[in-house]
């Protein structure tokens, strides 16, 4: 089971760090995660991922150098550090779990968090 946490209101300019926990599941670092947005009225679209393997990060082109993706094996938990935030940002942010290679597609994922909102506004 995935646990997102740390989504809230944040003014343009600010930044934000998600976390992805997992719970009752002792083979955390055997997965890839991703980090998916869905925006108000637009499909759900993947952000940046990190592999199991050498932690290697891949993010969209709409966040890179802005958002910054890590993983801590030992907590069972996964991190997205997002800076200068842009009311573009705002959705509801998920992560998602997959024991193979990392990607920014959906469909590669099979296990999904509820998601937790972030609204990017002055």
């Known amino acids: 089971k995935l646990v997102e946490s740390g989504g809230g209101l944040v003014q343009p300019g600010g930044s934000l760090r998600l976390s992805c926990a997992a719970s009752?599941?002792?083979?955390?670092?055997?997965?890839?995660i991703g980090w998916f947005r869905q925006a108000p009225g637009k499909e759900r679209e993947g952000i940046s991922s990190?592999?199991?393997?050498?932690?290697?990060?891949d993010y969209a082109d709409s966040v890179r150098g802005r958002f910054t993706i890590s993983r801590d094996n030992a907590k069972s938990t996964a991190y997205l550090q997002m800076s200068n935030l842009q009311p573009e940002d705002t959705g509801v942010y998920y992560c998602?779990?997959?024991?193979?290679?990392?990607?920014?597609?959906?469909?590669?994922?099979?296990?999904w968090g509820q998601g937790t909102q972030v609204t990017v506004s002055s």
């Open positions: 990190i592999s199991s393997t050498d932690g290697a990060a």
């Open positions: 998602a779990g997959v024991d193979h290679w990392a990607s920014l597609s959906q469909s590669d994922y099979d296990y």
């Open positions: 009752g599941d002792d083979t955390f670092a055997w997965y890839a």
